[in-house]
């Protein structure tokens, strides 16, 4: 028993190092319509994203607020090697860019952040204990004016990149914004 104990503690540790956020935006032209947030799968099985020791979702501290708003569940999977788009708005979404989001959460969440919040990328066990497992930016930190302001702009991961970090790193992130950050505004 501790034999499998200890490899579904590893295979769990194993998916969620693989399984982190590639994009966050913040569109110039299209604020109610094309905010999201994107992850990836770099390993090599699909994740199901509700399995009941193992939910996953997005978190986001507005602003400077040092609380987080509450989590936003995600449903469904992200096959290995694969993505899966979050959105504020699925319809606003899919007329905006052509194709569908994998999950509309909503607006006021992670995937409507205007540039100067901070969001992660959480598991929580069946205990209902909530780790990060991929950060973007500080906590109760607004981001304005900071590394990780993407205001009318994106955050996008850094090439290399092939792992979530429960700790912002700025080297990890391309950012554009409208403070002249990156290629600037992006539309």
């Not at 998916?15 to 590639?22: D, H, P, S, V, Y």
């Not at 040092?66 to 504020?88: D, M, R």
């Not at 860019?97 to 969001?119: E, T, V």
Request: one cysteine or more; aromatic letters at 10%.
């Amino acid at each position: 028993i501790k034999a499998l104990i200890i490899m579904i503690t590893i295979g769990a540790f194993s998916l969620a190092q693989t399984i982190f956020i590639t994009e966050i935006t913040d569109p110039q032209n299209s604020s109610d319509a094309g905010r999201y947030v994107e992850l990836y799968n770099g390993g090599t099985e699909d994740a199901d994203f509700s399995t009941r020791d193992n939910v996953w979702g997005l978190q986001r501290w507005t602003n400077g607020n040092t609380e987080p708003q509450s989590v936003k569940y995600l449903t469904g999977t992200i096959e290995a090697g694969g993505y899966f788009i979050v959105c504020n708005d699925a319809d606003k979404f899919l007329s905006t860019y052509g194709f569908a989001c994998d999950q509309d959460i909503g607006s006021g969440g992670p995937a409507d952040s205007n540039g100067d919040d901070n969001i992660a990328l959480t598991r929580t066990d069946a205990e209902g204990t909530i780790e990060i497992i991929d950060m973007f930016g500080v906590p109760g930190e607004d981001g304005s004016g900071t590394g990780h302001e993407f205001e009318d702009g994106r955050a996008e991961r850094a090439a290399g990149v092939t792992s979530a970090n429960p700790q912002w790193d700025v080297s990890e992130w391309n950012i554009d914004n409208d403070s002249g950050g990156g290629d600037g505004n992006q539309y």
